[in-house]
């Protein structure tokens, strides 16, 4: 019988250990975590800056009606500007803060459009209005959206 010296025995080392799958197991779901992560965060940037781009839209198209609205109008008169809104879709709210408020729901876009209405004092640019388009979102009341800008009104 052959004998064999214990100090000289060699394993099969061509395999994997144990201890190098568990580790490149780790280092391969640490990589795809943050993959992952990226991903998510991306999906959510790209959500949250379409929501804007709506509101500011919808906004903006809100804010040219009244442009409009404003470019065809004969009367400087507050009266007759106050009521020639309604004509836009909108209905009186309330007078607040020197604006004098109206409000518009769109069903399909699921928002509330505020449209405040400030006349200047009596001066020589009293057919001037301060015009400021809020855009809410009906469920949350949450401000979404908002344009400002100064229109004259009658020649």
């Known amino acids: 019988m052959l004998k064999i010296p214990t100090n000289k025995i060699r394993l099969n080392e061509s395999g994997y250990s144990l201890i190098e799958v568990i580790a490149s197991i780790i280092l391969i779901t640490i990589i795809l975590l943050s993959f992952f992560t990226l991903l998510i965060n991306s999906a959510k940037t790209t959500k949250t800056s379409e929501s804007i781009v709506d509101y500011t839209y919808l906004a903006q198209k809100e804010m040219e009606n009244a442009y409009e609205k ?15 809104i309604p004509s ?32 200047h004092e009596p001066t020589k640019y009293v057919h001037l209005t301060k015009i400021i ?5 009906a469920e949350t009341s949450i401000l979404k959206s908002q344009l400002e800008t100064i229109l004259s009104w009658g020649d």
Request: charged letters at 35%; glycine letters at 4%; zero cysteines.
């Open 133 to 137: 388009i809020e855009v809410y979102d």
């Open 88 to 119: 836009l879709g909108y209905t009186f709210l309330e007078e607040k803060n020197g604006y004098t408020i109206f409000k518009k729901t769109i069903i399909e876009e699921n928002v509330d459009v505020l449209l405040k209405i400030k006349m």
């Open 70 to 84: 404003s470019a065809l109008s004969t009367s400087e008169k507050w009266e007759d500007i106050k009521n020639d």
